[in-house]
């Protein structure tokens, strides 16, 4: 089978891998990487794969895919990719659509204080995050999980499916339509990474834990890095 992959950090690796495994004709879009987030685009090179790092949606694709599967791609795809593949296109989202589309999904979660998480399959439509549901699963957000934790359960447990939800796709199933209530969070750290010193402490407890995840930087009070609620309390007693 002709697979395109466009995909990025350790859960594109992954996927990658899984494809190998079956043996499939595969290309790549991917991203540059920092340092501290594995390459897909050396996992490419190691395995002699096809890549780029150009965006799909203003490429001439190197073959007409069968399927076309986005993991952590960070670029819209756009309707004239969309149409090459016949619809034949699906991304995972790290969310329970229609809830928490756009980005920073877990994150914003824990901060909200959901108790739940999880994430979905869905087919990727012209619109952000709003196409047909193929696979839809969900976790707890336990009272100690960082932005880091819950992102590698929620994706480990994703990747696990990435197969099933190939062959869905393959086979021409529809999915479900999108239902309930919807929201939306853009791009870019929520509030800044900058603690409000009028929230709440549990607030503040959950946004601290939610910006965890080294080596980016954690949550800030008065430009002081902040890691714990303690961290927090020793800070405000200074302005006292």
């Given amino acids: 089978m002709r697979v395109i992959l466009c995909g990025y950090h350790w859960a594109g690796c992954k996927s990658l891998k899984l494809l190998l495994n079956e043996r499939h004709e595969i290309f790549v879009y991917t991203h540059d990487s920092p340092y501290y987030i594995p390459s897909l685009k050396n996992m490419c090179i190691n395995n002699n794969i096809g890549y780029t790092t150009a965006n799909i949606s203003d490429s001439k694709l190197p073959f007409i895919p069968d399927v076309i599967c986005s993991i952590y791609y960070r670029n819209i795809i756009k309707k004239n990719i969309i149409d090459i593949c016949n619809g034949r ?125 080294p080596p980016y930087p954690p949550a800030k009070y008065k430009k002081e890095n902040v890691v714990s609620l303690l961290d927090y309390s020793k800070l405000t007693k200074k302005d006292n």
């Fill in 89 to 213: 296109i699906f991304n995972l989202h790290p969310s329970l659509l229609p809830k928490y589309r756009g980005c920073s999904s877990l994150t914003w979660a824990m901060i909200n204080g959901e108790k739940e998480a999880g994430f979905t399959y869905h087919y990727i439509d012209e619109s952000c995050d709003t196409g047909n549901i193929l696979l839809q699963k969900q976790i707890a957000i336990e009272e100690w999980d960082t932005q880091e934790t819950l992102y590698n359960r929620v994706q480990f447990m994703a990747l696990d499916y990435f197969n099933e939800v190939l062959g869905m796709v393959v086979s021409g199933i529809q999915g479900s339509p999108q239902t309930g209530e919807s929201s939306y969070y853009k791009r870019g750290c929520p509030f800044n990474g900058e603690i409000d010193s009028s929230w709440d402490n549990s607030y503040i407890e959950r946004f601290i834990r939610a910006m965890i995840y």
